[in-house]
């Protein structure tokens, strides 16, 4: 069973910094490309950024290019997205996808980790 | 990178059809035929329902069917049922070269 789990969300002052992770399992995690997307409380979707299998392509949205950087460590089968100079419209629940290679849609989510940006 | 255009809500009798568009640009809808639908009912995650515009994955009710012409993308449901009743989002492959993807504005379905 796919499984992708997300942490490191919380509560953060505008300017700072902060790391999100996505623990992947119940697929060969280096086969695919992950991403991530967010939704503001009572908004919509927004695509925030992509990553290969071999990290060799990254996309991000216009959104946060600059601010915010997204890795993977195969290894650990992990995703991470490290966000730096966050901003109250940064604030949202964070969703890690897996992009099936087949489909190029994101085929499974996880649950999310929120992320609030406030003094 | 601006968001795909959807109605803000549609609604529908049980059993009838409804049909919700998505409306893009010559850069992402109209360029690729990488459109896909999501259906997300309140605190879930989204559930991925229709993709390449017109392909169910695996488990999706064949009730659920879609199509584009130029830019813009459509998602019918036909045999309204209450358990429809959610938020869908459309979402277009935008990249020429790399990762890049944009999701519509999001569609409320009410069932009458």
């Known amino acids: 069973e796919v499984q992708l789990v997300e942490s490191g969300g919380g509560l953060v002052q505008p300017g700072r910094s902060l790391r999100l992770s996505c623990a992947a399992s119940?697929?060969?995690?280096?086969?695919?490309?992950m991403h991530w997307v967010r939704q503001a409380p009572g908004k919509g979707l927004e695509w925030v950024s992509g990553i290969s299998w071999n990290s060799g392509s990254i996309g991000y949205a216009d959104s946060v290019k600059g601010r915010f950087t997204i890795s993977r460590d195969n290894a650990k089968n992990s995703l991470y997205l490290q966000m730096n100079s966050l901003r109250a419209e940064d604030t949202a629940l964070y969703y890690c996808a897996k992009e099936d290679t087949a489909m190029v849609t994101f085929d499974y989510w996880g649950q999310g980790t929120l992320v609030t940006v406030s003094s | 990178q601006s968001a795909l255009t959807q109605p803000a809500s549609v609604s529908g009798s049980p059993g009838q059809s409804i049909t919700i568009s998505c409306t893009g640009t010559s850069s992402d809808v109209g360029s690729y035929n990488l459109v896909s639908w999501y259906q997300q009912h309140p605190g879930k995650a989204p559930k991925l329902m229709i993709y390449e515009v017109s392909k169910r994955p695996s488990g999706v009710s064949n009730r659920f069917s879609g199509s584009k012409s130029g830019n813009t993308a459509s998602l019918t449901i036909s045999g309204l049922q209450a358990e429809d009743e959610a938020d869908y989002y459309c979402c277009s492959y935008a990249g020429s070269s790399t990762f890049l993807y944009v999701f519509g504005t999001g569609t409320k379905v009410t069932v009458l």
């Open positions: 119940g697929f060969t995690f280096d086969d695919y490309a």
